[in-house]
């Protein structure tokens, strides 16, 4: 029959047990506390500052911060969308990102600006600062042909890369390896196109 002495001993265990176990319990609700808020503001930092492709934060050291600009719903003026998208090193490079950026679409919203299932060949530095894009032929048969989206489409791709790239002041546009003269027949693409700032939404960027 155990004393006073045990009894009071066991009792005293007990409670350590308790308290111990008190506190493991705390800690883990803490931990999985913690780890639900960090992937919420992870989460939404991505929701409002998307990257281009895949999940990564934007504040990934890989990446930068670039003003895409796409349509608006009437097709009457670009709208900046801020993205981050990979960074890199060339310039051509960066405008190639860029460039796939804008193909990949709009996250916001708006209104995409090339034709889903367009590809871009490559982008080419020209002296006196002209990026050459060269696309698949999809850009022109997959385009919906009107006035206003040939605008959009020009311009979407001229502002997106002048206002990011100071060394690009102007873009001329081939489409496999070949200049051409219009995309759909109303704008002619045989001319070199520079930033046109009166189609940007007004104090947006």
């Known amino acids: 029959m155990a004393t006073k002495k045990q009894k009071k001993s066991k009792q005293i265990k007990a409670k350590k047990q308790k308290k111990t176990r008190r506190i493991i319990g705390l800690t883990i609700i803490s931990a999985i506390c913690l780890g639900f808020l960090i992937f919420f503001f992870v989460s939404l ?9 895949g999940t990564t934060s934007a504040t990934d ?46 996250k916001k919203g708006h209104v995409r600006t090339l034709p889903e299932g367009t590809t871009l060949i490559g982008v080419t530095l020209a002296k006196n600062q002209v990026a050459i894009v060269n696309f698949n032929k999809n850009i022109r048969e997959l ?8 605008i959009m ?21 081939q489409i496999e390896g070949k200049n051409i003269k219009t995309l759909k027949g109303h704008i ?18």
Do not use: W
């Not at 385009?143 to 040939?150: I, L, M, Q, R």
């Open 45 to 53: 930092f991505d929701y409002i500052y998307p990257p281009a492709t």
């Open 61 to 106: 050291k890989n990446k930068t911060k670039v003003a895409l600009f796409f349509s608006d719903d009437n097709e009457r003026f670009l709208v900046p969308e801020i993205r981050y998208i990979q960074k890199r090193d060339e310039t051509k490079d960066q405008a190639e990102e860029m460039i796939k950026a804008l193909i990949d679409g709009p």
């Open 143 to 150: 385009h919906p042909g009107s006035c206003a989206s040939e």
């Open 153 to 173: 489409t020009v311009y979407s791709l001229t502002n997106t890369l002048t206002h990011n790239i100071p060394s690009i002041k102007s873009i001329s546009l």
């Open 188 to 205: 002619n693409t045989e001319s070199r196109f520079v930033m046109k700032r009166d189609l940007i939404v007004k104090d947006s960027v």
